[in-house]
């Protein structure tokens, strides 16, 4: 048996065996014996199927991680930490520690290989209380993270759409690309939910798109700072590259939270593992490979932004800085018509991809009884998905996209998803340190480095405690403690309703996984 079949043997369903002699006996003893296994198949729990491949699987990466964050938030981390040169520097931290937290989860996706990312590992590294920390992660992730960072991908999809439409990178209603956002959450769930190979189709035509982008970005940069003059700009973004560089904590905290959002998504395929094909051996290379390509293209974009615009023109585009990048280098007629499209499409394909994972962590939390109405969230519909979760995760992104207030809607639902996000990072990477001493028998097909796991424990700690810290100036409507504060409020009430859907209503043992343990 090889080692991926060793790995993967305590989750497969039991068949009966058609050799046995009992089993044979059964199948001669008439009609009720008939109906009884009728019956016992019927019982059987259902699973999604494992249809996911080494390139699927990374485009589902690449497509999740490339979204609104690299065409949308240069202008919101030059803003916060002052200076061109010291943004790309805050770009390529963001890759050094995006991929020490992606080494660590590769270790536990491959020791652990079930769906449900967190909360598998949260709740092997920490089994008392019950369950306690993977339920508030899930919660968290439901209701807070993944609805957050769909939001505000949506949105930006109608931000460019709008701009596409009136030529215009500002000065249309906010409320215009708000419903554009909800239209593209709904078109996004019903896609996923009747149409599950072709949306997978689409998907990596979207994530083709999207990494053709950002080619011609890094390599439209370098030659129309030379043959248009756009070498006054370089000149202005990096003669002086770190003039003006802020030295406040708080500066680099709130542009770290843009970075991180932007490099989000390598988890993508721990949340999904059970319909990856050959787990332990594609997991790892998908996601490091998405992670790396995407990496480099991030890094490269940025210098390109800043070789075409100054930072006045960066910091006046607000989250339309890759559309007016295009209509500087190719004029109005392509850089503000035709381009903005394409770039609408590429962050649609961000929230395609997103959905898709957001509704597997509302999927593995019903079965496991976190959630009520598990009947439903954790079923699969004829169409082989889980329609009733996508729905749930749908109804939740809407609500996160109507509701902040206006203004500046998309940097507070960015900082809010990235807060609860990184409490968790930390919480499963040092549990990862923790399993490697409590449970040494499990496999460990894939192992992290020692000094990757540090760095992103680090990383987290910083994440967590400097949001609180008061900035050097605060111009916006929204306070610079309301983010952290509500995403640590949600995490508190979150263990209230752990005591009650856990402790007093027995959740894990009335749950889908419960009933049908004799299968697995």
């Not at 997978?200 to 994530?207: C, D, E, H, K, N």
């Amino acid at each position: 048996m090889r080692q991926n079949d060793i790995q993967l043997h305590e989750y497969r369903i039991l068949e009966p065996d058609s050799n046995d002699h009992s089993f044979a006996q059964d199948r001669r003893s008439g009609s009720s014996q008939f109906a009884s296994s009728q019956a016992l198949a019927a019982a059987q729990p259902e699973e999604l199927e494992r249809r996911l491949g080494l390139w699927s699987g990374m485009a589902i990466v690449i497509g999740t991680i490339i979204g609104s964050g690299i065409f949308s938030t240069p202008s919101l981390i030059l803003d916060a930490v002052g200076s061109a040169g010291m943004s790309v520097v805050v770009w390529i931290l963001g890759a050094a520690v995006s991929f020490c937290g992606c080494i660590a989860y590769m270790e536990l996706g491959t020791m652990l290989p079930r769906s449900g990312g967190e909360k598998e590992y949260l709740d092997a590294a920490y089994p008392r209380p019950r369950a306690l920390l993977s339920f508030l992660f899930c919660l968290s992730s439901i209701f807070v993270c993944s609805p957050s960072a769909l939001a505000a991908d949506s949105v930006v999809t109608g931000t460019f759409f709008v701009y596409a439409a009136t030529g215009r990178a500002s000065g249309h209603s906010e409320w215009i690309q708000r419903l554009i956002g909800v239209a593209v959450a709904v078109v996004c769930t019903l896609m996923h939910g009747l149409f599950v190979r072709g949306t997978i189709r689409v998907q990596s035509a979207l994530t083709a798109v999207k990494v053709l982008l950002l080619l011609l970005v890094v390599s439209v940069g370098p030659v129309v700072a030379l043959v248009h003059g756009g070498a006054g700009a370089a000149s202005q973004s990096f003669s002086h590259a770190f003039a003006g560089t802020s030295t406040h904590p708080s500066a680099y905290s709130s542009a770290l939270f843009k970075v991180f959002f932007a490099y989000s998504g390598y988890t993508a395929l721990n949340y999904s593992i059970d319909e990856l094909k050959d787990p332990i051996r594609n997991l790892p290379r998908a996601a490091l490979g998405g992670l790396f390509a995407t990496a480099v293209l991030y890094i490269l974009s940025n210098v390109a932004y800043f070789l075409i615009l100054d930072p006045e023109a960066i910091r006046a585009s607000s989250t339309a800085v890759a559309g007016v990048f295009f209509s500087r280098a190719f004029g109005e007629a392509v850089g503000q018509r035709v381009v903005p499209v394409l770039i609408g499409l590429a962050t649609l394909g961000n929230v395609m991809c997103g959905m898709f994972s957001a509704s597997r962590v509302v999927f593995e939390a019903a079965r496991e009884g976190y959630l009520p109405l598990d009947r439903y969230l954790g079923s699969i519909s004829g169409f082989q998905s889980p329609l009733w979760a996508l729905a749930m995760s749908c109804v939740l992104t809407v609500l996160f996209i109507v509701t902040p207030p206006p203004g500046e809607a998309y940097s507070f639902l960015i900082d809010i998803g990235g807060y609860s996000l990184w409490l968790f990072y930390g919480l499963s990477v040092a549990g990862l340190l923790v399993l490697r001493h409590t449970r040494k028998d499990l496999v460990r097909p894939f192992r992290a480095w020692n000094v990757a796991n540090g760095i992103t424990i680090a990383a987290a700690l910083f994440m967590c405690i400097v949001p609180f810290i008061k900035p050097e100036s605060e111009d916006g409507a929204i306070p610079y403690w309301a983010a952290p504060t509500a995403a640590v409020s949600f995490v508190a009430l979150s263990g209230i309703l752990w005591y009650v859907q856990i402790v007093l209503r027995r959740g894990i043992e009335l749950s889908y996984n419960a009933r049908n343990q004799e299968f697995k």
